[in-house]
């Protein structure tokens, strides 16, 4: 099919997802499951299995998959010890209102579950990464054959480490013999987890800081909140810091959902709806200026995963001629996932602007794109190892996902364009950094 009609498809299936795609709003998301607002940290259910809708002909026979760890907890002891300090203090000199301390029982009881598990994956995390690997496997069970041979890597932190561990222990229970090699090493976290000095430098800039600054300062108010729980204004004005007090207490109430107290203990009662949205609006647009396409720091931040994505290409290529099904399933962090999603333009996620009150008009939503336990896989399909036309397949945290890309048999994609488009997108970037480095020097 010539590229004109390929064009007129991908319109066409561009238009029916965007009718399909974001039918709820943020606001009402939030309000069907309120552990969403957590973000990053949103404990993504495992998704219903689909229909294997291989295309007529063809099976899957590799699968390139970068998943987020699963549900663990907060990893820092701070985050536990901080508001619990706070309140403590605040209770032992009398300033606390009734709900007050009732909080400060309920934080005591999140504290103690997590005593010694900073960034440990919980119970509730286990069943998901094996829950999460049953589904990929069943949705594709031509991948399960003998001999196939399935690669796992992590980056080197303890939860994305048992987040393969548990993962590679269900892959080995549905199928054997099995060829698996599982490995967390430093020397490969230059494509699982890479780092760029200078697109750093852009991150934070003055600027950057001011236009976040006046964000936050428009979606906060904290003062019923703290009327709510200390029974001394001018306490509250000279001892506690209420913007951070507000968010320490935030951050504990989205970390419950992945322990055995979810269902137990909430915080989230101490906020209103609006707060909640406040807080989720601040967080939502500090991971799109740290990892998405905000334009006033330059736009590029996704481009720190440029490595893992030239990475994915490359090992799509070499196994086009291997006559065996084979996997690479990599586990890394969730803002990786988040800003390798924004770099791919999966489901239009690579928006570019400057303005952060229009991110939730345009449906870019982080707990959407890179909860815990989600992931981004290429699935790529042929009818035989001489096959010229190898289809590929995104799945976006378990569902098909729209690439920017026209092709003819949507949701598939002829990988010969994909491997073309990203390799220019990557090349252009590159040459725009090349130009710069050689304009400074001639300066």
């Given at each position: ?22 039918a ?7 309000r ?13 259910p ?16 590799y699968i390139?998959?970068y ?7 907060l990893?820092e002891?701070?985050c536990?010890e ?5 309140l ?8 606390l209102?009734?709900?007050?301390h009732?909080v400060?029982q309920?934080v005591?009881r ?5 005593w010694k ?12 990464a ?9 949705q ?7 001999h ?6 992590s980056?080197?932190?303890?939860h ?12 080995a229970a ?6 698996l090699?599982?490995?967390a090493?430093?020397r490969?976290e ?13 991150r ?10 006046d964000?936050?300062a428009?979606?906060?108010d904290?003062?019923?909140l ?6 001394d204004p ?7 810091n ?8 935030f951050?504990?109430?989205g ?19 609006e707060?909640i949205?406040?807080?989720w ?6 991971n799109y200026?740290?990892?998405?396409g ?14 893992l994505?030239r ?8 196994i086009?001629?291997?006559n065996?099904n ?12 988040l800003?390798l999603?924004?770099?791919m ?9 400057a303005s ?18 989600g ?9 035989g ?10 799945l ?11 092709t003819?048999?949507?949701p ?10 990203y ?5 252009r ?5 090349f130009?710069?480095?050689t ?5």
């Amino acid at each position: 099919m010539n590229q004109t009609k390929r064009i007129f498809f991908a319109v066409i299936f561009t238009l029916l997802t965007c009718l399909s795609a974001g039918a709820q709003s943020v606001a009402e998301e939030l309000r069907d499951d309120v552990n969403r607002s957590a973000g990053l940290y949103y404990a993504l259910p495992v998704p219903a299995i689909q229909t294997d809708t291989a295309p007529e002909g063809k099976k899957p026979f590799y699968i390139n998959h970068y998943g987020s760890p699963v549900s663990y907890y907060l990893p820092e002891k701070a985050c536990y010890e901080a508001p619990y300090s706070t309140l403590a203090k605040a209770d032992s000199l009398g300033k606390l209102t009734e709900l007050g301390h009732d909080v400060l029982q309920r934080v005591n009881r999140i504290r103690l579950d997590a005593w010694k598990r900073a960034g440990e994956v919980s119970t509730k995390g286990s069943r998901q990464a094996r829950a999460m690997m049953q589904r990929m496997m069943e949705q594709n069970p031509d991948m399960l054959v003998d001999h196939a041979y399935f690669s796992a890597r992590s980056a080197m932190h303890n939860h994305c480490i048992v987040t393969m561990d548990e993962a590679m222990l269900q892959l080995a229970a549905m199928h054997h013999p099995m060829q698996l090699n599982v490995r967390a090493s430093l020397r490969e976290e230059r494509f699982m987890d890479p780092e760029d000095a200078y697109l750093v430098s852009l991150r934070t800039d003055s600027l950057t800081l001011a236009h976040y600054a006046d964000f936050t300062a428009r979606h906060t108010d904290d003062s019923r909140l703290m009327a709510s729980l200390f029974n001394d204004p001018a306490y509250v004005t000279d001892a506690i810091n209420p913007a951070t007090l507000s968010q320490q207490l935030f951050k504990l109430a989205g970390s419950v959902q992945h322990t055995d107290l979810a269902g137990e203990v909430t915080l989230y009662d101490i906020f209103t709806p609006e707060e909640i949205h406040n807080h989720w609006l601040k967080q939502n647009a500090w991971n799109y200026i740290c990892y998405g396409g905000y334009t006033q720091n330059s736009g590029y931040q996704a481009y720190m995963q440029r490595p893992l994505l030239r990475n994915m290409i490359h090992m799509g290529d070499s196994i086009l001629k291997r006559n065996l099904n084979v996997g690479h399933i990599r586990y890394t962090h969730e803002n990786v996932i988040l800003s390798l999603a924004c770099l791919m333009e999966l489901d239009g996620y690579g928006l570019h602007t400057a303005s952060l009150d229009s991110l939730e008009e345009k449906g870019w939503a982080d707990y959407r794109i890179a909860p815990l336990g989600g992931s981004i896989e290429m699935i790529h399909y042929r009818s035989g190892s001489d096959d010229p036309d190898v289809l590929v397949k995104v799945l976006l945290n378990g569902r098909e996902a729209r690439l920017p890309i026209p092709t003819d048999c949507a949701p598939y994609y002829h990988w010969q364009d994909v491997k073309h488009y990203y390799l220019r997108k990557l090349y252009r970037y590159e040459n725009r950094r090349f130009n710069q480095k050689t304009n400074q020097k001639t300066k």
